[in-house]
């Protein structure tokens, strides 16, 4: 088991690109089930995921 701890003073870098991600960009897509929205780094465009539901990075 992995704990977690919650970092709010470090921002994640893109995986892609290595660019601290101080922003993420998404788009909606209209999927048969639902929406789905994609993420993606606004620097290199590089898809971080995709979430069934808004908010995904804000928890
Ligand atoms: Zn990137």
């Not at 998404?26 to 995921?49: H, M, N, T």
């Amino acid at each position: 088991m992995i704990a977690t701890e919650e970092k709010n003073d470090v921002a994640p870098v893109c995986p892609h690109c290595k660019t601290e991600l101080r922003l993420v960009w998404f788009q909606e897509l209209l999927a048969f089930l639902g929406k789905r929205y994609i993420y993606f780094c606004p620097d290199c465009r590089s898809v971080l995921g995709v979430s069934h539901r808004k908010g995904f990075w804000m928890g």
